[in-house]
């Protein structure tokens, strides 16, 4: 299984953009997926996430502005930024949590500017 992301650029603060990834086999049983990011000279931090179940949590500084959902009929996770603002510049990456393993999609470049 590999993941595939999509949907990165360039925007200016205040407007917005849609991360999608897609996983390249079927998942089936009990899993997360989620979008985690990584700015310049910073660790990687949770942004949102997604189980199998439909639960959601988001970090305090999306809340209210990004919504995480999924597809699990074609094995895919999007995330809707709005309200977009330059501390969201970051490498977007994807992410599966099945028991036992956890897999990485490639990074895609979100550069928003003021």
């Known amino acids: 299984v590999q993941l595939q992301a999509s949907g990165g650029g360039l925007m200016q603060a205040g407007g917005s953009l849609t991360l999608s990834c897609t996983s390249s086999?079927?998942?089936?049983?009990?899993?997360?997926m989620g979008w985690f990011r990584q700015a310049p000279g910073k660790q990687r931090e949770m942004v949102a996430r997604?189980?199998?179940?439909?639960?959601?949590s988001y970090a305090d500084s999306v809340k209210g502005r990004f919504t995480i959902s999924r597809d699990n009929a074609k094995n895919t996770v999007s995330m809707q930024m709005n309200s977009l603002k330059p501390e969201d510049t970051a490498v977007y990456y994807c992410?599966?949590?099945?028991?036992?393993?956890?897999?990485w999609g490639r990074g895609t470049q979100v550069t928003v500017s003021s």
């Open positions: 992410n599966l949590v099945l028991p036992g393993r956890i897999l």
């Open positions: 997604i189980a199998s179940s439909g639960g959601t």
């Open positions: 086999g079927s998942i089936s049983g009990a899993n997360v």
